[in-house]
């Protein structure tokens, strides 16, 4: 019966660093999806800052071609 306990608990070991190793590319996968969003995020705020300054010059030009027409 110790036979029987022991390679159990030797499966069950080996179980564990499995599920560690698992665990530990899973944690780097998303710190890498982390990274990959707040780069998306750079991109969309950057885009959405230029877009708007566009928006704003343009309702500038229209405002004035306005005053001289």
Do not use: C, H, P
Request: hydrophobic fraction near 50%.
């Amino acid at each position: 019966m110790t036979d029987q306990s022991l390679s159990l608990d030797a499966t069950q070991e080996t179980r564990i660093v499995v599920q560690s190793l698992r665990i530990d590319r899973t944690e780097e996968k998303i710190k890498d999806l982390e990274d990959r969003v707040r780069q998306l995020e750079r991109r969309v705020f950057a885009a959405a800052a230029v877009v708007s300054a566009a928006l704003a010059l343009l309702g500038l030009l229209a405002q004035i071609s306005k005053a001289y027409l």
